[in-house]
């Protein structure tokens, strides 16, 4: 490294909205000798449309390693090179990681930053608080999805979807942690049919099962300790039922019945009452 000029860009491209593309990352994205992205046909129609003639370069999860090996030996030939993705912020579950880890505290990398679409989704939906967990791609299975929700039980967890998983998701999530847990959903942020959807859990399947579920998706599934209204309403009904001599279990089996809520959280409550 002989300077301070840095010489990998990691850069942010819209997730929808064209406008949303900074003066930034143009003039960058002019300046630099080669663009990485992931799909060249992608890139090319954003890239021509603001005027960059700058040569692409394939850089996409299968070819992430061999890439980087190449990359390291032109940018110490003092080549400078931009890294970016099909949309919003490289390596935020998307390519670049890899790229990322290998040259840092090598060469000088910066961030060009604009677009991301969990951060345009955490800045318009209620949060009680400033902390969450972002799990990126749900893994597929059940079983996993269960194991990672118990995991981030006590934190906001937010993570991407796709439109033809989500209702089973919302299913998984209903019978995690009951159908009173609060979950956001937005659908195709910065573009022309953005929606932005809080509620149940219940509510929010509901409304899927009868409206519009394509596009991208960014979701939220609200930690129990910040569901107030829920644990206060819980709470009050379980002392009800204790002073009537309900045991904890039977408490359990009435208030998830009568309510949807989860049992297993119910029967916790009850013991500690
Ligand atoms: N790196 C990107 C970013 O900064 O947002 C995310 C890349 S990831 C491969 C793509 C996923 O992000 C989509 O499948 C969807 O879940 C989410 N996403 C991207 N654009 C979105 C948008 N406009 N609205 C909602 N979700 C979006």
Do not use: W
């Not at 955490?122 to 059940?142: D, V």
């Not at 045991?247 to 809520?261: N, P, Q």
Request: hydrophobic residues 35%; glycine residues 4%; aromatic residues 8%.
């Amino acid at each position: 490294m002989t300077d301070n000029t840095p010489q990998l860009y990691i850069v942010a491209t819209p997730i929808g909205n064209r406008a949303d593309f900074s003066a930034r990352a143009i003039e960058t994205l002019k300046s630099v000798d080669l663009i990485a992205c992931e799909d060249s046909r992608t890139s090319a129609k954003l890239l021509e449309n603001c005027a960059i003639s700058t040569k692409l370069v394939s850089y996409h999860k299968f070819n992430e390693k061999q890439r980087t090996n190449e990359f390291l030996k032109l940018l110490e030939e003092g080549k400078r090179i931009a890294l970016i993705s099909d949309a919003g912020t490289p390596c935020i579950s998307d390519p670049g990681r890899i790229l990322v880890n290998e040259l840092f505290g090598h060469i000088q990398i910066t961030s060009i930053p604009g677009a991301c679409a969990i951060i345009a989704f955490l800045s318009m939906i209620p949060r009680n608080t400033e902390e969450f967990a972002f799990a990126g791609f749900l893994p597929r299975t059940k079983n996993q999805q269960s194991k990672l929700f118990e995991k981030f039980i006590n934190i906001d967890t937010v993570f991407y979807e796709s439109p033809n998983r989500l209702l089973e998701t919302l299913e998984n999530i209903k019978e995690f942690r009951g159908e009173q847990a609060k979950v956001a959903v937005g659908r195709e942020l910065t573009k022309m049919f953005e929606e932005v959807k809080y509620g149940t859990v219940a509510e929010i399947t509901d409304y899927y099962k009868t409206n519009t579920l394509k596009g991208e998706i960014v979701c939220m599934l609200y930690s129990n300790d910040n569901n107030h209204e829920q644990d206060t309403d819980i709470i009050e009904k379980i002392k009800k039922l204790k002073t009537l001599k309900y045991s904890d279990k039977d408490i359990a089996s009435i208030l998830s019945t009568l309510y949807g809520f989860n049992k297993n959280n119910v029967y916790k409550l009850a013991l500690g009452l």
